[in-house]
Protein backbone atom coordinates (compact mmCIF):
# COMPACT_ATOMS: atom_id res chain seq x y z
CA UNK A 1 0.00 0.00 0.00
CA UNK A 2 2.59 2.46 0.71
CA UNK A 3 4.40 1.90 -2.88
CA UNK A 4 0.43 2.46 -4.31
CA UNK A 5 1.14 6.04 -1.97
CA UNK A 6 4.22 6.57 -3.34
CA UNK A 7 2.91 6.07 -7.17
CA UNK A 8 0.09 8.58 -6.60
CA UNK A 9 2.23 11.02 -5.11
CA UNK A 10 4.75 10.75 -7.67
CA UNK A 11 1.62 10.95 -10.48
CA UNK A 12 0.43 13.98 -9.22
CA UNK A 13 3.29 15.69 -8.74
CA UNK A 14 3.75 15.24 -12.73
CA UNK A 15 0.11 15.81 -13.70
CA UNK A 16 0.53 19.18 -11.78
CA UNK A 17 3.54 20.10 -13.24
CA UNK A 18 1.71 20.87 -16.30
CA UNK A 19 0.48 24.05 -14.70
CA UNK A 20 4.34 25.64 -14.44
CA UNK A 21 3.70 27.14 -18.29
CA UNK A 22 0.35 27.46 -18.82
CA UNK A 23 -1.50 29.96 -20.34
CA UNK A 24 -5.07 30.59 -20.74
CA UNK A 25 -6.51 32.88 -23.79
CA UNK A 26 -10.09 34.27 -24.22
CA UNK A 27 -11.43 37.19 -22.36
CA UNK A 28 -10.70 36.21 -18.75
CA UNK A 29 -7.67 34.54 -19.70
CA UNK A 30 -4.97 36.83 -17.87
CA UNK A 31 -7.25 36.39 -14.55
CA UNK A 32 -7.74 32.92 -15.11
CA UNK A 33 -3.88 32.31 -15.90
CA UNK A 34 -3.09 34.15 -12.48
CA UNK A 35 -5.51 31.62 -10.63
CA UNK A 36 -3.81 28.62 -11.92
CA UNK A 37 -0.70 30.25 -11.46
CA UNK A 38 -1.54 30.22 -7.31
CA UNK A 39 -2.94 26.62 -7.57
CA UNK A 40 0.48 25.46 -8.89
CA UNK A 41 2.28 27.94 -6.21
CA UNK A 42 -0.76 26.25 -3.39
CA UNK A 43 0.29 22.29 -4.88
CA UNK A 44 3.97 23.31 -4.47
CA UNK A 45 4.14 24.36 -1.15
CA UNK A 46 1.82 21.23 -0.17
CA UNK A 47 4.11 18.48 -2.32
CA UNK A 48 7.77 20.33 -0.38
CA UNK A 49 5.42 19.79 3.11
CA UNK A 50 5.40 16.44 2.46
CA UNK A 51 8.97 16.42 1.77
CA UNK A 52 10.03 17.56 4.52
CA UNK A 53 9.10 15.00 6.41
CA UNK A 54 12.01 13.57 8.71
CA UNK A 55 11.39 10.01 8.45
CA UNK A 56 11.82 7.21 5.54
CA UNK A 57 8.69 7.67 3.65
CA UNK A 58 8.86 3.81 2.48
CA UNK A 59 9.57 2.32 6.31
CA UNK A 60 6.07 0.87 7.07
CA UNK A 61 6.87 0.75 11.14
CA UNK A 62 6.34 4.84 10.38
CA UNK A 63 2.52 5.68 11.38
CA UNK A 64 3.10 9.28 10.86
CA UNK A 65 3.60 8.76 6.77
CA UNK A 66 -0.73 7.90 7.03
CA UNK A 67 -1.71 11.76 8.86
CA UNK A 68 0.89 13.23 6.26
CA UNK A 69 -0.57 11.80 3.17
CA UNK A 70 -3.99 12.28 4.02
CA UNK A 71 -3.08 16.02 5.01
CA UNK A 72 -1.32 16.33 1.31
CA UNK A 73 -3.97 14.19 -0.96
CA UNK A 74 -6.85 16.53 1.38
CA UNK A 75 -5.27 19.52 -0.37
CA UNK A 76 -4.92 17.92 -3.32
CA UNK A 77 -8.47 17.06 -3.20
CA UNK A 78 -9.04 20.88 -3.02
CA UNK A 79 -6.82 21.96 -5.63
CA UNK A 80 -8.40 19.68 -7.80
CA UNK A 81 -12.04 21.19 -6.92
CA UNK A 82 -10.63 24.36 -7.80
CA UNK A 83 -9.14 23.84 -10.83
CA UNK A 84 -12.17 21.81 -12.44
CA UNK A 85 -14.06 24.77 -11.82
CA UNK A 86 -11.81 27.27 -13.28
CA UNK A 87 -11.20 25.12 -16.19
CA UNK A 88 -15.20 24.94 -16.73
CA UNK A 89 -14.85 28.68 -16.42
CA UNK A 90 -12.12 29.02 -19.14
CA UNK A 91 -13.61 27.19 -21.62
CA UNK A 92 -17.15 28.79 -21.48
CA UNK A 93 -14.84 31.87 -21.90
CA UNK A 94 -13.31 30.63 -25.50
CA UNK A 95 -14.91 31.30 -28.37
CA UNK A 96 -13.99 29.37 -31.16
CA UNK A 97 -13.61 25.33 -31.04
CA UNK A 98 -10.43 25.80 -31.62
CA UNK A 99 -9.54 27.29 -28.74
CA UNK A 100 -11.47 25.20 -26.67
CA UNK A 101 -9.89 22.27 -28.23
CA UNK A 102 -6.16 24.28 -27.49
CA UNK A 103 -7.25 24.15 -23.80
CA UNK A 104 -7.92 20.39 -23.37
CA UNK A 105 -5.21 19.85 -25.16
CA UNK A 106 -2.75 21.99 -22.65
CA UNK A 107 -4.41 20.55 -19.54
CA UNK A 108 -4.44 17.54 -20.96
CA UNK A 109 -2.66 15.38 -18.02
CA UNK A 110 -4.90 16.83 -15.47
CA UNK A 111 -7.91 15.50 -16.95
CA UNK A 112 -7.16 11.88 -15.49
CA UNK A 113 -8.27 13.25 -12.14
CA UNK A 114 -11.34 11.97 -11.53
CA UNK A 115 -12.92 15.77 -9.81
CA UNK A 116 -11.33 17.28 -12.82
CA UNK A 117 -12.58 15.01 -15.28
CA UNK A 118 -15.95 14.98 -13.76
CA UNK A 119 -16.22 18.70 -14.37
CA UNK A 120 -14.90 18.65 -17.52
CA UNK A 121 -16.74 16.07 -18.77
CA UNK A 122 -19.99 17.86 -20.28
CA UNK A 123 -17.84 19.74 -21.43
CA UNK A 124 -16.25 17.69 -23.47
CA UNK A 125 -19.58 15.90 -24.72
CA UNK A 126 -20.41 19.99 -25.93
CA UNK A 127 -16.88 19.75 -27.72
CA UNK A 128 -17.88 17.05 -29.79
CA UNK A 129 -21.28 18.04 -30.41
CA UNK A 130 -20.34 21.12 -31.51
CA UNK A 131 -17.50 19.64 -33.84
CA UNK A 132 -20.05 17.00 -35.62
CA UNK A 133 -22.26 20.49 -36.33
CA UNK A 134 -19.40 22.15 -37.76
CA UNK A 135 -18.33 19.12 -39.92
CA UNK A 136 -21.83 18.33 -41.18
CA UNK A 137 -22.27 22.36 -41.86
CA UNK A 138 -19.22 22.18 -44.15
CA UNK A 139 -20.47 18.82 -45.78
CA UNK A 140 -23.33 20.62 -46.59
CA UNK A 141 -21.67 23.79 -47.98
CA UNK A 142 -19.36 21.95 -50.03
CA UNK A 143 -22.22 19.46 -51.85
CA UNK A 144 -24.41 22.39 -52.02
CA UNK A 145 -21.17 24.44 -53.59
CA UNK A 146 -19.22 21.78 -55.66
CA UNK A 147 -21.18 22.28 -58.76
CA UNK A 148 -20.83 26.16 -58.71
CA UNK A 149 -17.64 25.98 -58.38
CA UNK A 150 -16.89 22.83 -61.27
CA UNK A 151 -19.31 25.20 -63.77
CA UNK A 152 -17.22 28.62 -62.78
CA UNK A 153 -20.60 29.86 -61.69
CA UNK A 154 -20.82 33.55 -60.63
CA UNK A 155 -22.10 33.13 -57.34
CA UNK A 156 -20.21 30.20 -56.67
CA UNK A 157 -18.37 30.54 -53.34
CA UNK A 158 -14.74 31.69 -54.40
CA UNK A 159 -12.72 35.28 -54.32
CA UNK A 160 -13.15 36.87 -57.80
CA UNK A 161 -9.83 38.10 -57.78
CA UNK A 162 -8.58 34.79 -58.00
CA UNK A 163 -8.36 32.49 -61.33
CA UNK A 164 -11.08 30.08 -61.45
CA UNK A 165 -9.07 27.04 -60.80
CA UNK A 166 -6.87 28.22 -58.14
CA UNK A 167 -10.13 30.02 -56.35
CA UNK A 168 -11.93 26.21 -57.26
CA UNK A 169 -8.36 24.64 -55.13
CA UNK A 170 -8.55 27.17 -52.35
CA UNK A 171 -12.08 26.82 -51.53
CA UNK A 172 -11.62 22.86 -51.33
CA UNK A 173 -8.27 23.00 -48.95
CA UNK A 174 -10.20 25.87 -46.95
CA UNK A 175 -13.08 23.46 -46.38
CA UNK A 176 -10.42 20.73 -45.63
CA UNK A 177 -9.18 22.67 -43.44
CA UNK A 178 -11.87 23.54 -41.22
CA UNK A 179 -12.26 19.77 -40.82
Not at 70 to 80: C, E
Not at 119 to 133: C, F, G, R, T
Request: aromatic residues 10%; charged residues 30%; glycine residues 4%.
Amino acid sequence: ERCRDALDFTRTVMQYTKLERVDIGGTKGKTLSNCVIAIYEEFNRAVEEFKSVTYDIMDVDQSEFDHDFFVFRSAVKGLDRRLGSLLSTACDDQDTMQLKLKLFDNFEGLYERPIIQAEMEVKHKALINMYAEDLTRVETQFLENREKVDQCFDDAPIYSNLPPVAGAIYWARSARNRI
